[in-house]
């Protein structure tokens, strides 16, 4: 019995070696196909970038005082080629040796095809966009089970040259690093980009040189003698100063009128906007603009109310962040403005607890012809969360289209702000059901 033990111990420990050193090939072959890496990362500063959205190559230019900034660089994966599918909101660029990533938001990620091409990101639970490119490779960005899923980039490739689009609120740092998928690639400057800086210091240089001669022009001037008896004289001073009170205290008088009789008007506007309508507005074609306005500098006549509405939202006084943006509106905003305020109350509304309300300013906001991309987002934003709710899944779709359009890549509203909607929508729900039961039961 011993003696055929031991070839039955010699031949256990050969089948064991066997098994360990084939998982250990097997363990190698799959960190082979899934290890990949970007070579040859460059940065470029572009006036715009192509992406595909409904089947045709669109422009997409960047806002009033941002920074479009391609990044690309050759992925190179090994094995068969499978890269991903790895989470687009790793994705960020450093500034030097620093880890915390600058203010750069991501807005499309593509690849090189002769140029870089874009893709628009998928709209709905577990849908994705991809594309064909040549030699059987393909790129894919998917969406996570949910409405609200992050975003993951998928490809097919041994070789490709990776591209991404970020935009920036300002000229990029000297210095920049890309960071993807948890690893981290320096980014050489491309001639563009310095031409590109090279033609803005041109260009302060020339705008100093005209300020310059601007100002020695200015000095040349002389005025004539009898002018300056006259700018002498201290009873012309008083007579000027007493002209500037009397102006300053009828304007002021007016204004203050004027404003007494806007708030009343504010404040009846409000209450007809107020929860106790239980009907809610749907979405229509004015309702998703195509093209987005600049924030101008000036507020207008009302911006004096508008700031003190974003001090009392700031505060968390909802109310009267909603009275003083209806009194910015109703005394006067410019065009880029109005829309702000009309988003921003709809926001103050919300937290209130009116639905209703929140949602005509939202829509009121998107029908502004000065709408701007910052205050159409949230609006769609919150309005895509408001129709889901409801049930209202074409109004619903017909937003999540419109946010895609200004950013896909923005972030999603959070778990605390989709539980209000949630529960206000609920509340909606119950009292309608209720005014439908009075109706039918006398």
Request: glycine share 6%; proline share 5%.
């Amino acid at each position: 019995m011993r003696m055929n033990s031991k070839p039955l111990l010699r031949h256990a420990l050969t089948t064991l070696l066997l098994v360990l050193s084939f998982a250990e090939l097997r363990a190698a072959e799959e960190g082979a196909e899934n290890d990949w890496q970007i070579d040859n990362a460059t940065l470029t500063v572009v006036p715009s970038f192509q992406q595909l959205a409904d089947g045709r190559w669109r422009e997409r230019r960047p806002r009033s005082g941002k920074t479009f900034l391609e990044v690309r660089g050759t992925l190179k994966v090994a094995g068969d080629g499978s890269f991903g599918p790895h989470r687009l909101a790793t994705a960020g660029l450093l500034a030097g040796a620093g880890e915390v990533p600058i203010a750069a938001e991501l807005l499309a990620v593509g690849a090189n095809v002769g140029t870089c091409r874009y893709l628009r990101a998928p709209i709905g639970a577990g849908n994705e966009f991809s594309a064909k490119l040549d030699d059987d490779r393909e790129i894919a960005i998917l969406r996570e089970n949910s409405d609200n899923g992050p975003l993951f980039l998928r490809m097919r490739a041994r070789s490709v040259e990776l591209c991404m689009v970020f935009e920036l609120p300002e000229a990029p740092p000297p210095s920049l690093r890309w960071s993807f998928a948890q690893r981290t690639m320096p980014l050489s400057v491309s001639a563009a980009t310095t031409s590109n800086a090279a033609t803005q210091n041109t260009t302060a240089a020339s705008n100093s040189g005209l300020k310059a001669s601007s100002a020695a022009a200015a000095a040349s001037f002389s005025v004539p003698p009898a002018w300056r008896r006259a700018i002498s004289s201290p009873l012309l001073w008083s007579a000027l100063a007493l002209a500037a009170l009397a102006l300053l205290g009828s304007v002021a008088l007016q204004r203050w009128w004027r404003r007494r009789r806007l708030a009343i008007a504010a404040r009846s506007d409000c209450h007809s906007e107020s929860s106790s309508a239980l009907d809610i507005a749907h979405v229509s074609a004015i309702h998703q603009p195509k093209s987005f306005a600049s924030v101008e500098p000036e507020g207008g006549a009302g911006q004096l109310q508008f700031q003190s509405a974003m001090a009392a939202l700031r505060l968390g006084d909802w109310e009267q962040a909603n009275v003083l943006f209806g009194e910015a509106i109703a005394v006067g905003l410019t065009p880029t403005f109005e829309a702000g305020a009309w988003s921003l109350r709809g926001e103050a509304m919300l937290n209130d607890h009116d639905l209703v309300g929140a949602t005509n300013c939202y829509l009121r906001a998107l029908s502004c012809p000065g709408v701007t991309a910052e205050a159409a987002l949230p609006a769609a934003s919150q309005l895509a969360a408001i129709y889901r709710q409801l049930r209202l899944r074409r109004d619903a779709q017909k937003m999540e289209a419109l946010r895609a359009l200004i950013n896909p890549f923005a972030d999603e509203l959070g778990p605390q702000q989709l539980a209000l909607i949630a529960r206000l929508a609920k509340e909606l729900k119950h009292k309608r059901r209720t005014r439908m039961l009075a109706r039918l039961i006398p």
